[in-house]
């Protein structure tokens, strides 16, 4: 077994350990219920408050898991000083960063598909129609929950689990108003000032793109060229995350 | 103060050991606190470990030993010098391929079994697959773990812990060990496994590098002692060649009513209860002792006991560092007045 893949699996079976996977019964419980509750009260919008509500709850289980997650792990090599055992073994920083990356990302793949079939599920149970559009949502959702873990991974390598946590809810709330800086940009009448506030918009996570609740409640089809975009998007923007976080790493010593 | 390194040459016409790690004008100075403070830990270190050796590297707490380790594996940079592991730069993959490293404290996963921390570890070796089931066989035979193989770490006692590290250390059957303080708070049947482990090791030709508190087990292991002292290394030799010549005398009880003073030599420790006085006479010369001896039945005092011994590493290691006593000694109580007189010899 690759050394990549034997901290992946690690990292997933450390997450399985410390029982991340119970905000998936968490999850299923909530959409049940409020699913139950809820649907007397809709006046026939049945379907697209329980789309709604359980999107929503998979954005924020999913973030909840990237910020307790997510910050956690890296740090609890390091305060639990077990990277001296791996560091001292033939492993590159590189190597442990993709490990952990990995395994992190293998929690995320896990919950969003869970919680997704568990909505999925719960829909059925109501008697709605589910449509393959909420499978692109529950990418969706990963997608964006991929490029948060990335930035985790940045601002553990430097701080603190709180700080990286305060940190990364900025980053998030931030990265989904990014495109109001475009507007805010147009505003300022000095245009060295907007064009920082440009290279600030294209250095902040685009989690806008990701958000396609609407889409999915009126059963709107996304085109091929769009889901790449999001994927090639995340990708590059999660890969320079990493390498910044490379960079961090590398810089650091363990004690 | 010692400034200068006490090198003790190898006898003449003895062909110079294949070197397993070179270090030279090593420094390490760390930043701490809101200001950044310096903190110097090594100040131009330099050190040579020849392959097949046991060599012990000893100093106080803060000496900075663990970080001179972690330094030759890469977790630490050093602020200046430089320094070849196995002919390879410092902390290099391929360097780390061929060191087992156990660490001052059993930094382990608790939530693993002993089984699974083995398996886990091999993976991050790179053992081949085809020999991974053999070299944690052969580890948990070495270090006798066959019966704890199921047990969750958090569960260990701190003798099989430091077994377990000393197995993780030990799975890619490395050329070069870095123990830090295996010994360190185990009990004595413990304390003797892992001693008769390190043997097997040095048997087997490998090198070890050695960090360790208990002086006994130090002259009893090492080849050859570094002592690391304000980040330099003071002293480096075999046991023998340190202390020829310097740890010889005479620890001499005598009985009286009140502390005894005797030109020229230290009283170690004096007993009111008893009226036991216990004194160490450095050095062999019969002439002094005579004289001295000669001045204590003068005096009409009854000499209990005088018998030649050697002081040892430990005696060693206070002179060389200059470590002395910072209060008078205290009178022990007759229970433990052997012990206490014993522990406060000042040559």
């Given at each position: 077994m690759s050394a990549v893949f034997s901290l992946a699996r690690h990292t997933f079976l450390d997450a399985l350990r410390e029982k991340a996977f119970l905000l998936l019964g968490l999850f299923g419980a909530i959409m049940l219920m409020l699913s139950r509750l809820l649907n007397p009260?809709?006046?026939?919008?049945?379907?697209?408050?329980?789309?709604?509500?359980?999107?929503?709850?998979?954005?924020?289980?999913?973030?909840?898991?990237i910020t307790v997650l997510g910050t956690r792990m890296v740090h609890k090599e390091i305060d639990r000083k077990t990277i001296l055992l791996i560091l001292?073994?033939?492993?590159?920083?590189?190597?442990?960063?993709?490990?952990?990356?990995?395994?992190?990302?293998?929690?995320?793949?896990?919950?969003?598909?869970?919680?997704?079939?568990?909505?999925?599920?719960?829909?059925?149970?109501?008697g709605y129609r589910v449509e393959s559009?909420?499978?692109?949502?529950?990418?969706?959702?990963?997608l964006e929950l991929f490029v948060l873990a990335a930035l985790a991974m940045v601002l553990i390598a430097f701080t603190s689990p709180v700080l990286a946590t305060f940190f990364l809810v900025g980053l998030y709330v931030v990265g989904h108003l990014a495109t109001s800086l475009i507007d805010?940009?147009?505003?300022?009448?000095?245009?060295?000032?907007?064009?920082?506030?440009?290279v600030v918009f294209y250095l902040l996570p685009r989690f806008d793109l990701y958000s396609y609740t609407l889409e999915v409640m009126h059963g709107a089809a996304v085109s091929g060229q769009q889901l790449l975009w999001g994927g090639a998007y995340a990708a590059a923007y999660a890969g320079g995350a990493l390498l910044l976080a490379l960079v961090v790493l590398r810089a650091r010593e363990f004690s | 103060m010692h400034s200068q390194t006490r090198v003790l040459a190898r006898p003449f016409g003895e062909p110079a050991p294949e070197p397993i790690a070179e270090l030279s004008d090593i420094h390490k100075t760390f930043r701490t606190g809101f200001r950044r403070r310096a903190v110097p830990v090594l100040r131009g270190l330099d050190l040579t470990i020849h392959a097949g050796e046991i060599l012990a590297l000893l100093g106080l707490n803060g000496a900075?030993?663990?970080?001179?380790?972690?330094?030759?594996?890469?977790?630490?940079?050093?602020?200046?010098?430089?320094?070849?592991?196995?002919?390879?730069?410092?902390?290099?993959?391929?360097?780390?391929?061929?060191?087992?490293?156990?660490?001052?404290?059993?930094?382990l996963y608790p939530s693993l079994s002993v089984r699974e921390t083995l398996e886990f570890m091999a993976d991050l070796s790179r053992i081949p697959s085809g020999r991974r089931a053999s070299r944690i066989a052969a580890v948990v035979e070495q270090c006798s773990l066959a019966g704890q193989l199921d047990a969750r770490v958090q569960r260990l006692s701190r003798g099989w812990l430091q077994r377990l590290t000393l197995a993780v250390a030990l799975l890619g059957d490395p050329h070069f060990l870095m123990l830090d303080e295996p010994l360190g708070g185990l009990d004595p049947g413990a304390r003797l496994a892992v001693k008769e482990i390190v043997r097997n090791l040095r048997a087997a030709g490998k090198t070890v590098l050695i960090n360790s508190h208990i002086l006994p087990d130090i002259e009893a292991l090492a080849d050859r002692i570094a002592l690391l002292h304000e980040g330099r290394i003071v002293a480096c030799g075999g046991l023998h060649e340190l202390l020829s010549g310097n740890d010889e005398g005479h620890e001499l009880e005598v009985i009286s009513d009140q502390p005894v003073r005797l030109p020229g030599v230290c009283l170690s420790g004096w007993a009111p209860a008893t009226g036991r006085s216990l004194w160490w006479i450095a050095g062999g010369d019969p002439d002094g002792l005579q004289r001295l001896l000669g001045e204590l039945v003068t005096r009409g005092l009854r000499i209990a006991a005088l018998v030649p011994r050697r002081q040892g590493l430990e005696a060693f290691f206070g002179r060389v560092t200059e470590l002395r006593p910072s209060s008078p000694p205290a009178r022990p109580t007759s229970a433990d007045e052997d012990a206490a007189g014993r522990k406060r010899r000042v040559s």
């Open positions: 009260l809709a006046l026939g919008e049945g379907r697209r408050v329980t789309l709604d509500i359980g999107l929503g709850l998979i954005a924020i289980c999913g973030f909840l898991l001292a073994k033939p492993i590159r920083r590189i190597e442990f960063l993709a490990g952990k990356f990995l395994g992190l990302v293998g929690v995320l793949a896990v919950t969003i598909a869970g919680m997704t079939l568990l909505l999925a599920a719960v829909m059925a149970l109501s559009s909420l499978a692109v949502a529950g990418l969706y959702a990963f805010l940009a147009a505003m300022l009448p000095d245009p060295s000032a907007g064009r920082i506030v440009q | 900075g030993k663990s970080t001179l380790m972690k330094i030759m594996l890469g977790l630490v940079k050093p602020t200046r010098g430089r320094g070849t592991l196995l002919g390879l730069p410092l902390g290099s993959p391929a360097a780390r391929a061929a060191v087992g490293y156990q660490p001052e404290q059993p930094y």
